[in-house]
Every structure is written in C-alpha cells, then in structure tokens.
C-alpha cells in the first residue's frame, strides 16, 4: 500500500522518521498510561518544563495527573541493574502549559531515554543521535552544547555564594554581560566571561573556558565537554555545534552534557536534553542516564516561518519618546533606515542594503514580538522584563529611560504590620515577588493607569510604579519610601534567531555598545 507523506505536516512526519531513527539505532518503544500519581511530579517540579500540572481525583481518591513530562514515568519504572544499559524511546502526548502560549496545551512528544551503567560511549552516542534528530527535521539546524557542572565549578573557584551567585547565574542564562559586571569585581569577571561571549567556532570557546579553569574539578570538565564535541565533529556535525556556556538552568538535575538544538523557522528550541545523573540519586537510583525531547510543537510552523525568513534582522522599536530615542542610537551606530522618518502612516521600515527592518510596536508588546521570533531583536524597558519574564536573551543596557521601580506612599503612611499591606499597581508579578522577599503578606489590586490616586482615596496603603523624577507624587502629597530596582531600556533577542543571525544581532550589539562607551 502507497502512502502520499505530501499530506503530513511537519510534526507529523518527524514522528515517523525520529521512530525509524531511534528503532534502528537499538532502541524499544515505551508506551506509557496518559495519568501518573501527582506525587511523582510535586516531588521533581525543578525538572519539568512548567510549574503547571493538571490534576484530578480518581475514583478511588487518588490525586491523578495528566503527565506533564516523559522522562520521570520511565526513571520511576527503571530498576539499577550493574553492567545493564536499557534503551528506550517514547511518542507521547504531554499536557503542560506552552513556552509561546503560556496556556495548557496537548503537545506531541518523542525521544530517548538511555539508563543504566553508562560512560563516555552512551554520551557520545546522545549527543549524536540528536544531531540526527535535528537533521532529519530540518536542513537548517543547529546545536548548542554545554556541560551542567562547568560554570557552577568556575562560580565555585570565585567563591561566588546565595544573592550573588543567583545574580551571576541569572546574567548568564541571558547572555548580559553589562549584568555580569555589576555583581562581580574585577577578578570574577574576567574569570567569567567566557560563560556570557559569544564565540566565532567551537574550538575558541573551548580554548577560553579551558583558560578560565583554575581548578582540577574545572579543568576535567572542560576535557569531558572537549571530547563529546571532538567526537560529534569527527562524526561530520562541526560546523552545527555550538558551545554557549548560558545553558545554566538545569544544574539541579543534570550532571554532564547539556544541549539545546534550534531549527530555522522554529521561534523556540526544537529539542532539549542531558546527562541527569543528578535527578537518577534523587529518585533512589545509582545508574546514570542521558536523554533528550523534541518539542513537536515547535515544527507547527516551520514551513510558514522559512518562507518568511528573508536574511533581514527584524527588530521591534517601542513607540513614542523612547522608540525615538532607541532609534537615534541605532542610527548613531551605523544602523540607520531613512523612510522610518518620512511623514506616511507605514509600520514597517527597510533598509535592503544594510538587511534591517524596523517597526513600531506598544512598548509593552516588544518583549512579546521578540519572545515569539516575529521580531529578533528589540528594546524593551527591564521593567517589562521582570513583570512577564519573556524567555529571550537580555543583551545589553541601553542606558536609556532611566527610572526605578518604588514603592510610593501618603508622606504620613506608616506600615501596620499587623494588617494585611493593601498594595496597587500594573506591575502584580513584580510586587508580589518583591514582598514575598520581605515575607509581608499582601493583597495586590491590578490597576491599568492613574496608579497614584490609589492611595489618595483610600483603595490601597502604598503603590508600586515607576518613578522617574517623582514630580506627579510631589504634586498629590506621596514619597517613594522604598526602591525595588532601577529601570532602563535594555536590547533582548530571540533566542533562536540569535542562533542563526549571531553575527548580524553581534555587529548591532557592538555597534550599540560602542556609543554608549563615547558617551562615557
């Protein structure tokens, strides 16, 4: 019998080819129930992909769950056995809450899990079979390849302990270099910063972290990511590999290898995976495993996104005096497009020689066009950045709408500990992250604008808003009492266009920090 594949969709026909893949290389099917017991996920949370778990009681009173994730269904049914390897590969639907929808989806789910008594071989083998996976997804793919305990053993030869190592881990999953300077002296820094640059191969990355191990416990780290990318290589992956040290927010359970891979046309990562010996102790087991996803999900798309992809860098500008601020400054770095100031009401501006495309967008909506690859790069205020924590790369401090985040009351307000601290603003995930520091019980009223009469009239004790000169709560009788944190335009990207534009969103990036340095 014929089969037409011209019908499947991308998702689709993956599935079958990443199945004959995983067959052929020695791999069994591992079907599972759609349900596991809540326990099971409450007790691992810091592995899944979401926080969100849909539950339900079953007939007998048990706390169900639709699975939100593969790989802890198949660790719970695994038994240590010395000298066994078993592998294993699954085609599951999962229900978790999407990274673009930020909503519950369905989502389709394949990969491999190899368990047991595993060495260098069966890490070199994960690392190539996802290589495989991505090439038979996409001519146009890449690999970003890391090891979990690296930059914990550089933070670690720093010295670096709670608030600062949190900050310092927190710059370097966003590549923010500028952020990476202010929480660590001199020394730590240049220690450092080979975990937020970007490098031109593999090899100089490798070179430079292999410089910044001033331990034994890093330097033998440094060899074992050397050899799992020497062996990829050898095997004709090179040129799609890419060392990016940013790959620092899953310590908690991996052990060796990290990787994310990336598709042309995919606004997120197509596939995920590592070594987790980490999570194997947690869960009572001795063996070691390596395993990987791949987010059907993500190849919905693709076909729509290459036929828009044109080798222009798309960069979204906040509209109003900012935008134009924003603007002068790319102009200023050789960045310019003329028609952006012609008098005419178009929304997207070019300039073909330079491969540039301008528009404007409500500056609240720029980190949601870059997040979602309708944009590659963009500027948007760190406020909007802590309020909806988009998944992107902060690049670099713009030094622009300078301000601060404050918590501003009446002149005679005093905080009644003893009642619950009535709090307005537009900002609910901020305030509410900033006081349960403070462990202070709240209740948070969303307000949309004219945050400042909240307190005039009694609906709220204090507010939490931006303050720029303080004039507007001079003028109504308030006072910032306390600051949260300073606010400033900041240049974010996509991240999976900085895989596949890294030189063009590089040369704006440099162009960009470089006035700011003739400013200085």
């Known amino acids: 019998m014929s089969f037409d594949e011209s019908i499947l969709k991308n998702d689709e026909k993956a599935v079958f080819e990443l199945r004959r893949l995983y067959k052929d290389s020695g791999y069994s099917q591992f079907k599972m129930s759609k349900f596991e017991e809540y326990d099971l996920y409450s007790e691992n949370k810091d592995f899944l992909v979401s926080d969100g778990v849909i539950t339900f009681n079953d007939t007998n009173g048990r706390l169900l769950a639709l699975k939100p994730d593969v790989t802890l269904s198949i660790l719970k049914n695994f038994k240590d056995e010395p000298g066994a390897v078993q592998r294993l590969y699954y085609n599951e639907n999962v229900y978790r809450i999407s990274e673009t929808s930020h909503t519950y989806r369905e989502i389709m789910q394949t990969g491999l899990e190899c368990v047991g008594d595993i060495g260098e071989n069966e890490v070199g083998e994960g690392v190539l079979l996802a290589l495989e996976s991505l090439s038979l997804i996409s001519d ?96 004709g992956y090179k040129d799609r590999i890419n060392i990016d040290f940013s790959i620092v927010d899953s310590a908690a359970y991996y052990s060796g290898a990290v990787f994310k891979g990336y598709v042309g046309g995919a606004e997120t990562r197509a596939l995920s995976g590592g070594r987790y010996d980490k999570l194997m102790r947690k869960m009572g087991r001795q063996s070691g495993g390596i395993g990987f996803a791949v987010y059907l999900d993500s190849l919905e798309r693709t076909d729509e996104k290459a036929a828009e992809r044109d080798g222009f860098v798309n960069i979204a500008l906040p509209k109003g005096r900012l935008g134009e601020k924003v603007y002068a400054m790319f102009e200023a770095a050789g960045f310019e497009c003329p028609s952006i100031k012609e008098n005419n009401r178009k929304l997207i501006f070019e300039n073909e020689k330079l491969g540039l495309r301008f528009f404007w967008v409500k500056p609240s909506d720029v980190a949601i066009y870059v997040e979602r690859g309708a944009a590659d790069i963009g500027v948007a205020g760190k406020d909007i950045l802590l309020e909806y924590e988009p998944d992107i790369y902060e690049l670099l401090d713009l030094r622009l709408g300078k301000c601060r985040m404050a918590v501003a009351a009446k002149k005679d307000f005093c905080d009644d500990t003893s009642k619950t601290l009535r709090v307005a603003t537009k900002f609910s995930n901020i305030a509410r992250q900033y006081y349960a520091e403070k462990c202070r019980d709240i209740d948070i009223i969303h307000l949309n604008g004219s945050i400042e009469l909240a307190p005039i009239l009694g609906l709220s004790d204090v507010i939490v808003d931006i303050v720029e000169t303080g004039k507007t709560l001079l003028e109504n009788n308030l006072e910032p009492v306390e600051t949260i944190v300073p606010i400033s335009a900041r240049l974010i990207a996509n991240k999976a266009s900085y895989k596949f534009k890294t030189g063009k969103i590089e040369n704006i990036k440099n162009g960009l920090g470089a006035c700011l340095e003739n400013e200085q």
């Open 140 to 235: 146009d793919f890449v690999l970003d390849l890391s090891h979990a305990g690296l930059a914990e053993a550089l933070l670690d030869a720093c010295g670096l302990e709670g608030d600062r190592r949190k900050a310092v881990l927190d710059a370097v999953a966003r590549k923010n270099t500028g952020a990476l300077l202010s929480v660590c002296s001199e020394e730590e820094a240049k220690a450092l910063s080979c975990l937020t640059r970007n490098f031109r191969s593999a090899e100089e990355a490798l070179d430079a972290v292999k410089a910044a191990c001033g331990t034994e416990q890093a330097a033998s780290l440094a060899a074992e990511l050397e050899n799992i990318y020497r062996k990829a290589a050898d095997a």
